[in-house]
DNA sequence: TATGTTTTCCGAAACGTTTCGGTAAAACCG
DNA sequence: CGGTTTTACCGAAACGTTTCGGAAAACATA
């Protein structure tokens, strides 16, 4: 492999010149700057990561830490992170290290041994939790990082997000301005901080719109078709009262939901409105839904970009302010939702 | 970050000394080494992977090229390949790269590219084709990898893979002793090396059994339910001889067979016997098929652990011999097959 | 002409590690 | 006891890059 020792030589230069030439340092003569940069090419020069990381800490590699657990080649939402996050970063010439933690290992020591290694620019994190201590762990390594989401008080980190708590309030107020006024909202599973806040927009649009908030209504877990299924079962049986209509925090859930309905000889929307929030996972399309499903919708695809973006910028130390980002959301309505 | 100048400075030795306790060299008191490995544990102290790479070679990263493709996110084996692989090297504290190509960019620039960086000790190779280039290209560049599968003339690598010959060959042999004469393969994509073999085996069985080799019954195409089902009706109309049996590449292209049967009104396996190699990808489980399906059985799953030890022992310099595993599979005898 | 300024270059140090060659001191040997 | 071997240590160089502090040459200013 050729290193800037050999373009210097063959170019009568110093290693110095040979290098700032590369890298666009102003005091290089342009007809200088252009022969460096041919004959880089020409010897197929590729700086080395290592040596460069040892003097000036970067080194183009960032990580993403995933807990391990059973079948999680089979999660679509996994699958779909790590082939957007990996495409970007390769993109950007950078490379992108996928570390899967034994299951049950605990996550800070994990990240803990990365950094000592000294080879990472920074993390991407995804699935925040409320709290997450992760976020107060990088900040004090002083490792750049960025959040799909947000979490914690203070917010002074670079994020991508969409604005889940108003998300949630848009749906539900769908809803209450109906007529409906007992609403079952079907969560993610609790912890995680766009659930928290999701749970604050479900609970805002109810008090603003003077509806009931009963607590037996808000379910809380993982938000797949089969819990879409049992929590449907479950309002609709014993002696509380049941819900005229049902949020769902995404569409898996919703079709859990439709099947459960249809099992208990409740049509759609005549007995029960539902909405949901689609992340656009393919292979589930809401609008194929029947009836097709009224829902907010935020292409989870478009999240790897900024991601990325964000992540690179913190890296290179651009403002804050530049490395906070929302995705936008959109409302469309279709025909799962009846008035009262 | 603690340094080996930390802890020498901590003990009063030499950074030499330090180095040498930590890396079990011979000259070193024993009581030193306890003391030195007793305070780098204390110290929370983790080798600069980058130092260390510029120095000694090693990085402990291993790399994973993959071509990029729409709907790559829903691609079972992709993920079963990244989190098995991924997870592999983890748990040995190596570090898992994972680079996805743009779609239609040439593979051989982009490990060039990679290479060129220095921060990779190897790669790991799926998918190989037949003469695949990138295991010349590799070896001539003297980096270390090991390839799931066998291609090329002389196989001087390391690699794990399956007897795939012969496992053609066994289901082939065990349709052509019950009498079939007329047996189809649905085989995968013309060019990748363990479909050539398996032609071969196919081939072989039909020849010793004295069956005819039919062209017309002998597909190519990407293995999944729809090409199972097209390949069927394909099959059963048109004037050509038909099958009276039917060899399945995987237990996708079976499930697409099974329907398009039924379609059909042809019966399993009455009117068409059928047998399957089953990957054992889950969910899809050959055992539940309806007649349960006979098949050659070799768990995807099993593949990672094995290349992940042979891409290790390349790197650190074992011999070729222990570096080309092969793979069992079991022959599995259910209710799919019928005698003429 | 003397003095500053800009342009373009370079030597040397530094990053954290491994390893080569060397060296005292202790141990062993006949 | 002289000589050899063994033990336990260390200094310095090397890997390939970036960057600091200078410095020669060219040019502008007074």
Redesign the pocket.
Known sequence: ?A???DIARAL??????V??A??DH?????E?RLRVKATARAMN????AS??K???GRSGMVGLVVPNYRNIGQDRLFMEVVAGLSTQFSGRGMQFVLHMMAEHEPALPTYQRLIGK?MLDGFVLIDPQDQDPRIDFLRKAGLSFVVHGRSGKTIDYPYFDIENEQLAYDLTAHLVARGHRRIAFLNGVAGRSYVTVRAQGYLRALQDGGAEVLPHLHLHGEMDEAHGLTDTVRLFSGEAPRPTAIICGNVRLAQGVYQALAALGLSVPGDVSVVAHDDELPALRASAFFPSLTVTKAPLRDSWEPLADCLAGAIEGKPLATLQRIGRYTFIERNSVAAL
């Open positions: 492999m290193t800037l020792k009568d230069l110093s290693i110095t010149q290098s700032r590369l890298n102003s005091d290089v003569n342009e200088t020069y590729h700086p080395n040596a460069r040892l003097v000036s000294a």
